[in-house]
């Protein structure tokens, strides 16, 4: 075929995305004529095109192949009009191979009627783990209040596909579709209170086992973020034994806490979207946490006594007095104090110095609303320009805290040397582990 060759190992997605008659010619043939693994991709192409190929898709969607089965079900969606209507996607949530299933329910999620949805979400049931994890991405993409109990029942999922079990004693369990499940709750505006309390209850039933986990941080600490966006009394004192956390994770770059971490941006986010809560805090594991050498439970710990400092300012002078006490520390907690917390202004001053580069951002009244603006303003001041520089890079684990807190000073979006992603999502120790063993060899 030319101008170009169509092979029976082609991948359609990678052919050519426009030809000419005699090839339209030659793929209706093959449509019509080859094997069904060969046809379908000859389909495929086709129905990219927008040529008609309705004629061809009865064969191929029975085929025995399970590859022409799924090239079928991808044609179907990208003819012009969809040739796959509600009832062939339903009828291929059935299919025996997983790989169909799992396309069908993310293809029945897009604008899903009432009885849509409930199949989508029946698919947490589904046997194979990409199917269920596919039913807890489609939740969360679309955000269907009645699928959240789904997603709660999902947290628990524990995927082992070890085929022979008296072979690997010991064979850990893969946690793809929990995690699925717990960014799946992420993505709502609104938890009803039956899933804060499913969620609340997940994670007080937990079990940390070096050698055999059977629940993993990810998952937790997805859940924590989740449920820290919503308005409930009961996070705040969930969230604050958890700034002494146990669970350590190893790896290969950073190790830690990742739940101490959560909890602390997760307290944060209760107080600064609901400041009521703040007579619910304990301030003794805030104080502890607060004076912790590690800087990614410090900063956020720091922003909130600076937060609550004008009526209560003792705890942060506490902090203060400790030995982990900085200058980067003391300019973060001032650049987070409110303007009546005048108790504690000198001396954090004091720890910071009174010549710090950082004091005339903190000065200015009105921050610079355009690029070139910030530029003329770094211009005139060139000591801070320097110093700005040194707060880049990870050397210390307050300064991303400290990019974001100066970053949320300006108008969106902020410098580019502030800029700063969601901390409560972005600050997790490059040790926590994206795939398991088995997720990698096993379906």
């Known amino acids: 075929m030319r101008p170009f060759e169509l092979s029976r190992d082609a991948d359609p997605n990678e052919l050519p995305k426009s030809f000419d008659l005699p090839t339209r010619d030659a793929l209706q043939i093959l449509a019509a004529e080859a094997d069904d693994d060969f046809a379908a991709r000859a389909v ?104 959240q109990q789904t997603l709660v029942k999902l947290l628990r999922d524990r995927r082992d596909k070890n085929p022979s079990p008296g072979i690997f004693v010991g064979s850990r369990p893969d946690f793809h579709v929990a995690r699925a499940a717990a960014d799946a709750m992420t993505k709502f505006t609104s938890l009803d209170r039956k899933t804060i309390t499913g969620g609340l209850e997940f994670l007080k039933q937990r079990e940390v086992n070096r050698w055999y986990p059977r629940d993993d941080v990810e998952v937790h600490r997805g859940v924590m973020i989740a449920l820290s966006r919503h308005n409930d009394e009961r996070l705040v004192p969930t969230f604050l034994p958890m700034l002494a956390d146990d669970w350590y994770v190893e790896g290969d770059k950073y190790s830690g806490y990742p739940l101490r971490y959560a909890a602390a941006w997760g307290l944060h986010r209760q107080l600064n979207d609901f400041p009521e809560r703040a007579s619910l805090l304990d301030l003794e594991p805030l104080i502890a946490a607060a004076k912790h050498d590690d800087g990614r439970l410090a900063g956020p710990s720091l922003i909130l006594l600076a937060g609550i400092a004008h009526s209560a300012p003792e705890p942060l002078l506490q902090v203060c007095g400790a030995p982990t006490m900085t200058p980067v520390r003391a300019l973060l907690a001032l650049a987070n104090l409110p303007d009546e917390a005048t108790a504690v202004v000198t001396t954090l001053r004091e720890c910071l110095g009174s010549d710090h580069p950082a004091l005339a951002l903190l000065a200015m009244s009105e921050m610079p609303t355009t690029v070139e603006k910030w530029d003329e303003w770094l211009a005139e001041n060139p000591r801070f320009a320097a110093w700005v520089k040194t707060i880049s890079g990870e050397h210390d684990q307050i300064n991303p805290a400290l990019r974001w807190s100066f970053g949320s000073r300006f108008p969106s979006p902020p410098p580019k040397e502030f800029f700063s992603a969601d901390l409560q999502t972005s600050l997790v120790p490059r040790s926590i582990k994206s795939l398991t063993t088995w997720s990698m060899f096993n379906e």
């Open 44 to 147: 495929l192409v086709l129905a990219r095109q927008g040529e008609a190929v309705t004629s061809f898709l009865p064969r191929i969607r029975g085929s025995a192949s399970r590859r022409a089965r799924e090239w079928a079900l991808f044609a179907g969606l990208l003819a012009k009009p969809p040739l796959m209507d509600r009832r062939d996607l339903k009828s291929a949530l059935a299919d025996p191979e997983f790989r169909i299933r799992r396309n069908a329910t993310l293809a029945l999620s897009w604008n899903a009627d009432a009885y849509s949805k409930q199949l989508v979400i029946g698919m947490s049931n589904d046997p194979s783990a990409p199917v269920r994890e596919a039913c807890a991405e489609a939740i969360g993409r679309e955000a269907w209040p009645e699928g």
